[in-house]
């Protein structure tokens, strides 16, 4: 008797067990089907539905400031009868100048190789090329942070390189240009509301919700050109350098809904 209350019992936790990872897998499933839902899609702003009739205007804002950030880009030259010679000098050259950007304050992670090439040279003085040697010429970017002093370190490079040196650009920009962006988009906003009201008035309308802003301005990359052909007589002046003004343009579309007056 005592035998077959024992096996009752056991009947009783199994089936209890069994109870409990039935109810395990329901929940289980309940999470799933939660996380798997399809999220709500977003809502319009008020008066933006799609029967509402809608304006759509472009605006095109300026801000200027006074760049101080000056890109310069040089190239090194040098020739030598061999391939192998014409490197190593090139390398001396580009060295020197690395060190003259160091002294004048350029910190190492503004400096970057942007070019190097190897190349033969010919020469055809009967009509049949005859190799005369070789020529490398590397290409150095420098970011110079203090407009003061950009001047100077331009043409102590150039001097210190002598006529290997050519400075391929310069180009202005803003270390931070978040300030003038922002105020040119305040500005194309400010005109494309503009022109939408006058719009939505001539045609006996009023302005209702905004519902949409889009920013359609591409990155653009100013910049004035100086060339060099070689490094000035000792004693002339450093490198006259202003950055003038740079201009920052934005456009942007914005989308109203339309209401009657």
Known sequence: ???????????????????????????????????????????SPAGCSGSTPRLTVQGTGQASGTPDVLTAVFSFSTTSGTSAGALSQNNAEVAQALGTLAAGGVARR??????????????SP????????????????????????????????????GNAAQIQSLAFSFGDPTTVQDAARADAV???????????????????????????????????QLNYAAAPAAGDAAVPVEPGTQVQTDQVTLVYSLEGR
């Open 190 to 224: 400010a005109q494309a509301r503009s022109h939408a009201e006058a719009m939505a008035a001539s045609a006996g309308r009023a302005l209702g919700a905004l519902c949409s802003l889009t920013d359609d301005t591409q990155p653009s990359f100013p910049g004035s």
């Open 1 to 43: 008797m005592a035998q077959r209350r024992w096996q009752l019992s056991g009947v009783t936790v199994a089936l209890v067990a069994c109870g409990a990872a039935l109810l395990g897998s329901a929940g289980l499933g309940v999470a799933l089907s939660d996380a798997g839902a399809a999220s709500p899609p977003p809502v």
């Open 110 to 123: 503004d400096l970057q190789t942007t070019a190097l090439s190897l190349a033969p040279q010919y020469a």
């Open 126 to 161: 009967h009509g049949v090329p005859v190799l005369t040697g070789y020529q490398a010429t590397e290409t150095l970017s420098a970011t110079l942070r203090t407009l003061s002093s950009a001047g100077s370190t331009i043409d102590s490079v150039v001097n210190a390189t």
